[in-house]
Nanobody, 119 residues
Framework: QVRLVESGGGLVQAGGSLRLSCAAS????????MKWFRQAPGKERESLAT????????SYADSVKGRFTISRDNAKNTVYLQMNSLTPEDTAVYFC?????WGRGVDYWGQGTQVTVSS
């Protein structure tokens, strides 16, 4: 059983930056593709970014491409999401997730961290 705990959320002004972290425990971190999602009120959960097991391959949703960067540190069992040029439309609960495979599936979810961007 893998446990994922996000941190780093908060309130930021438009144009600002935040870095989210997701610490994993209970499994072999490097065995998992790691992902970030978000869910805004009244909207479906949105996949934002994916990073491969070793970190050499990344993929982004068009909505965050060029602004957000996913990275991982397998020695620290942690995945990060650097978010720049934030807008109020980025306000949501952000979740990290782990998957054994590269694809749409998720095996484990974190509990989420709130990001609020003020105008």
């Amino acid at each position: 059983q893998v446990r994922l705990v996000e941190s780093g959320g908060g309130l930021v002004q438009a144009g600002g930056s935040l870095r989210l972290s997701c610490a994993a425990s209970g499994g072999t971190f490097s065995s998992y593709v790691m992902k970030w999602f978000r869910q805004a009120p009244g909207k479906e959960r949105e996949s934002l970014a994916t990073i491969s097991w070793s970190g050499d391959i990344t993929s982004y949703a068009d909505s965050v491409k060029g602004r957000f960067t996913i990275s991982r540190d397998n020695a620290k069992n942690t995945v990060y999401l650097q978010m720049n040029s934030l807008t109020p439309e980025d306000t949501a609960v952000y979740f990290c997730a782990a998957s054994l495979t590269w694809g749409r599936g998720v095996d484990y979810w974190g509990q989420g961290t709130q990001v609020t961007v003020s105008s």
